[in-house]
């Protein structure tokens, strides 16, 4: 019996949504955050994370995202607009 092979990703999808993430629009970052959140998609999760580590406290990006530590270009949430967007 062959192994399981785990759900394909639409090539599509995961470059459409990792152009959203990548971009230093804040607001595009938040509807690709949004899309990939509404597509409850655990496929698409870990094709977007491959490559993606932890490491001293930072995530440490795959080559879609750059070879710098991520910093997001724009200033951290208040907590205000915080509380707009629930986790």
Do not use: F
Not at 39 to 46: I, K, N, Q, R, V
């Amino acid at each position: 019996m062959a192994p399981d092979k785990p759900p394909a990703v639409d090539p599509k999808m995961l470059s459409s949504v990792t152009q959203m993430l990548t971009t230093p629009d804040a607001d595009r970052v938040m509807q690709g955050i949004e899309l990939v959140r509404s597509l409850d998609d655990e496929a698409l999760c870990d094709a977007l994370l491959e490559g993606v580590v932890y490491e001293y406290g930072r995530l440490v990006p795959n080559e879609a995202h750059g070879p710098a530590p991520l910093s997001p270009p724009w200033p951290r949430l208040s907590a205000k607009s915080a509380s707009q967007h629930p986790n």
